[in-house]
């Protein structure tokens, strides 16, 4: 006798794979600003409260000030499980004004543990059904990442569809309401057992898209102090703060304070000293910069009067006249007016001239793409308007080391590991230690990013570990466009760099007594030239005849008879016997000094040579 069989599954199963796949507060908030944007949404607004009580809707799970809630004696069964269910107070909700969903929406895919259907959307090349969007999630981890921020999830949902015959987007004239309790998934209930409030209601006028409210957060000290300020700093790192490329915006509010990353963004690169911009098109490679004057300037005294007396005091007209006629080539070369920014420059690449992979004859072509780096100093920042985001230095400092780096992002959302932690994958780092680059940017001192869509860059596909690309003629010469990139960047600062250091040769004379390495040179050549000329001289002095003649000049004279009547003549004679023991000593001790001194040439003919 044969009997059909299933296979069943542990509830608890459900809640390890959402441990095991989101691995902290943070991934698990960004993947549900990702459900957002796939959602079609032009925004995705994210409210912390760990402390507030949401009043926007009645919450199937109550709130209460500890926690607990007066349970009726004839509630039902469902009624005291749900009570049982109160949280105290604290959420995080995220609304979106996306397409949402309906019941079918809701059982078939939102309920459904499965592979979610965007990753055949993306191997078919299907975009979303309003925005068009290639959608970045594909492994349905949305819902399952709230168990890592609390303990109930609430869901109310509005469908939008498009209404082929009236040509317009309508709104569904109902709201749906799903309620989880993450406590009810355990080792003792099967999935297919673990309740699931879901009901509907008819719309407000001005309800629309998706709300998640989370309550009983796990842990509320992850949104407070210095905790806090790393989610920020996270946040800035895998949704990108650049406005220029973000196809929509992300909203974030803490305890009632806004965080502005597009302020935060436009402040820091407000004190940039140099900042690149460039722009691939399929056909051409275009890269543009501007660049401060300080960046000449220096960090020791010596070299920062240099810089006033060369160029501070002109705002280095001449030396832009110098850069013109007899400096290094620098592409597209401007002077800009003004005391903010020195020079700008300009240059494009024909995409054929780059030996780039082909296929058949054609270039593999990864999609046009855009980006920026800009370079900081640590070291005597002019904060000016910054200070109203950045109340000290340190703070500034705490950002930049926090933030530096050049990352991708993709529709927003920054892929790892490029720019994270210390990953130079632009090799800005490796140009610099072997010596190609000397006076190049510097990994910790840049903030920057490159923007890709799914839509135009789909040749770029990722790990399926969200760990960098896979290796493809398209990423090898995505990357290769990006090494033309930092070798352009560094090109022109080496240019500048070495440029500066012939003007500063030419005019070492205006320099008010600080010495050149050549003047340097020939003043110690001097110093042992006078050094073995007073030896010389003094090798002719015969002071200790003189003195051992004078001694017995004293003696003759004391001895005289007559000699008491003329004691001004004998106390003279004392003291000349004196002193010219006290030279005599000056000049054995001197003669060291000028031997070690008489050295000195051939001490400035091997550092002038070293240097060299």
Same mark, same amino acid.
């Given at each position: 006798?044969?009997?059909?069989?299933?296979?069943?599954?542990?509830?608890?199963?459900?809640?390890?794979?959402?441990?095991?796949?989101?691995?902290?507060?943070?991934?698990?908030?960004?993947?549900?600003?990702?459900?957002?944007?796939?959602?079609?949404?032009?925004?995705?607004?994210?409210?912390?409260?760990?402390?507030?009580?949401? !009043?926007?809707?009645?919450?199937?799970?109550?709130?209460?000030?500890?926690?607990?809630?007066?349970?009726?004696?004839?509630?039902?069964?469902?009624? $005291?499980?749900?009570?049982?269910?109160?949280?105290?107070?604290?959420?995080?909700?995220?609304?979106? %004004?996306?397409?949402?969903?309906?019941?079918?929406?809701?059982?078939?895919?939102?309920?459904?543990?499965?592979l979610s259907k965007k990753r055949a959307m993306k191997q078919s090349g299907a975009v979303s059904p309003?925005?068009?969007?290639?959608?970045?999630?594909?492994?349905?981890?949305? &819902?399952?990442?709230?168990?890592?921020?609390?303990?109930?999830?609430?869901?109310?949902?509005?469908?939008?569809?498009?209404?082929?015959?009236?040509?317009?987007?309508?709104?569904?004239?109902?709201?749906?309401?799903?309620?989880?309790?993450?406590?009810?998934?355990?080792?003792?209930?099967?999935?297919?057992?673990?309740?699931?409030?879901?009901?509907?209601?008819?719309?407000?006028?001005?309800?629309?898209?998706?709300?998640?409210?989370?309550?009983?957060?796990?842990?509320?000290?992850?949104?407070?102090?210095?905790?806090?300020?790393?989610?920020?700093?996270?946040?800035?790192?895998?949704?990108?703060?650049?406005?220029?490329?973000?196809? =929509?915006?992300?909203?974030? !509010?803490?305890?009632? !304070?806004?965080?502005?990353?597009?302020?935060?963004?436009?402040?820091? &690169?407000?004190?940039?000293?140099?900042?690149?911009?460039?722009?691939? %098109?399929?056909?051409?490679?275009?890269?543009?910069?501007?660049?401060?004057?300080?960046?000449? &300037?220096?960090?020791?005294?010596?070299?920062?009067?240099?810089?006033? $007396?060369?160029?501070?005091?002109?705002?280095?007209?001449?030396?832009?006249? =110098?850069?013109?006629?007899?400096?290094?080539?620098?592409?597209?070369?401007?002077?800009?007016?003004?005391?903010?920014?020195?020079?700008?420059?300009?240059?494009?690449?024909?995409?054929?001239?780059?030996?780039?992979?082909?296929?058949?004859?054609?270039?593999?072509?990864?999609?046009?793409?855009?980006?920026?780096?800009? $370079?900081?100093?640590?070291?005597?920042?002019?904060?000016?308007?910054?200070?109203?985001?950045?109340?000290?230095?340190?703070?500034?400092?705490?950002?930049?080391?926090? $933030?530096?780096?050049?990352?991708?992002?993709?529709?927003?959302?920054?892929?790892?590991?490029?720019?994270?932690?210390?990953?130079?994958?632009?090799? =800005?780092?490796?140009?610099? !230690?072997?010596?190609?680059s000397f006076y190049g940017l510097r990994p910790k001192n840049m903030i920057g990013y490159v923007a890709?869509?799914?839509?135009?860059?789909?040749?770029?596909?990722?790990?399926?570990?969200?760990?960098?690309?896979?290796?493809?003629?398209?990423?090898?010469?995505?990357?290769?466009?990006?090494?033309?990139?930092?070798?352009?960047?560094?090109?022109?600062?080496?240019?500048?760099?070495?440029?500066?250091?012939?003007?500063?040769?030419?005019?070492?004379?205006?320099?008010?007594?600080?010495?050149?390495?050549?003047?340097?040179?020939?003043?110690?050549?001097?110093?042992?030239?006078?050094?073995?000329?007073?030896?010389?001289?003094?090798?002719?002095?015969?002071?200790?005849?003189?003195?051992?003649?004078?001694?017995?000049?004293?003696?003759?004279?004391?001895?005289?008879?007559?000699?008491?009547?003329?004691?001004?003549?004998?106390?003279?004679?004392?003291?000349?016997?004196?002193?010219?023991?006290?030279?005599?000593?000056?000049? &054995?001790?001197?003669?060291?000094?000028?031997?070690?001194?008489?050295?000195?040439?051939?001490?400035?003919?091997?550092?002038?040579?070293?240097?060299?």
């Amino acid at each position: 006798m044969s009997t059909d069989a299933r296979f069943d599954i542990n509830a608890m199963v459900v809640r390890q794979l959402g441990e095991q796949l989101i691995s902290d507060e943070v991934t698990a908030l960004v993947e549900l600003v990702k459900n957002a944007y796939d959602a079609d949404a032009s925004f995705a607004l994210v409210e912390v409260s760990t402390e507030g009580t949401y !009043t926007e809707d009645d919450l199937h799970f109550p709130v209460a000030p500890n926690g607990e809630v007066e349970i009726p004696k004839r509630a039902t069964a469902e009624e $005291q499980r749900r009570l049982r269910g109160a949280v105290p107070p604290g959420y995080i909700l995220v609304r979106d %004004d996306g397409t949402g969903m309906d019941r079918d929406d809701i059982e078939e895919g939102w309920l459904t543990i499965s592979l979610s259907k965007k990753r055949a959307m993306k191997q078919s090349g299907a975009v979303s059904p309003k925005r068009k969007r290639t959608p970045l999630g594909d492994k349905g981890l949305g &819902r399952l990442s709230t168990q890592r921020l609390g303990d109930r999830l609430e869901m109310f949902t509005v469908k939008e569809r498009y209404d082929e015959a009236a040509d317009e987007w309508i709104y569904s004239d109902e709201e749906h309401h799903v309620a989880v309790n993450w406590d009810e998934f355990h080792d003792e209930v099967r999935l297919g057992e673990v309740p699931v409030y879901l009901a509907e209601r008819p719309r407000e006028p001005s309800r629309r898209g998706t709300r998640l409210v989370v309550t009983g957060l796990r842990d509320p000290s992850v949104w407070l102090g210095t905790a806090q300020e790393a989610l920020i700093g996270r946040l800035t790192q895998i949704i990108s703060p650049f406005q220029a490329e973000r196809p =929509f915006r992300v909203l974030l !509010t803490i305890n009632g !304070t806004r965080v502005d990353f597009e302020r935060l963004t436009r402040t820091i &690169r407000d004190v940039a000293l140099s900042t690149h911009e460039f722009v691939f %098109d399929g056909d051409h490679l275009h890269v543009e910069g501007r660049i401060k004057l300080v960046v000449l &300037r220096g960090n020791d005294d010596r070299k920062q009067e240099e810089y006033r $007396q060369l160029v501070g005091n002109d705002l280095g007209a001449r030396f832009f006249e =110098f850069l013109e006629d007899e400096g290094r080539a620098i592409p597209g070369l401007t002077y800009i007016e003004g005391p903010e920014w020195f020079i700008s420059y300009r240059v494009s690449f024909d995409v054929r001239t780059l030996g780039l992979e082909t296929r058949d004859g054609a270039i593999v072509d990864p999609g046009p793409f855009m980006g920026e780096i800009d $370079q900081f100093g640590y070291k005597d920042v002019e904060l000016g308007d910054a200070r109203e985001v950045f109340s000290r230095i340190a703070d500034y400092t705490k950002y930049l080391q926090g $933030q530096s780096g050049v990352r991708i992002y993709r529709d927003g959302f920054g892929i790892r590991p490029y720019g994270f932690g210390n990953n130079d994958w632009l090799g =800005f780092r490796e140009e610099q !230690t072997s010596g190609r680059s000397f006076y190049g940017l510097r990994p910790k001192n840049m903030i920057g990013y490159v923007a890709i869509t799914s839509k135009d860059n789909p040749l770029l596909e990722e790990k399926t570990d969200r760990e960098g690309f896979t290796e493809t003629p398209a990423s090898a010469n995505f990357m290769a466009l990006m090494g033309h990139v930092r070798r352009q960047v560094n090109g022109v600062f080496n240019s500048l760099r070495r440029s500066y250091n012939d003007f500063r040769k030419e005019h070492q004379e205006e320099l008010r007594g600080i010495l050149s390495a050549e003047a340097l040179f020939e003043e110690l050549r001097e110093t042992s030239a006078q050094s073995k000329a007073l030896d010389a001289a003094t090798e002719e002095l015969e002071i200790g005849d003189v003195a051992s003649s004078l001694r017995q000049t004293l003696e003759q004279v004391q001895a005289l008879p007559e000699a008491g009547a003329n004691p001004d003549i004998e106390n003279l004679l004392r003291q000349a016997v004196e002193q010219l023991g006290v030279a005599q000593d000056v000049i &054995r001790r001197a003669a060291f000094i000028r031997e070690r001194a008489g050295r000195l040439d051939t001490a400035a003919d091997y550092l002038e040579t070293q240097l060299e």
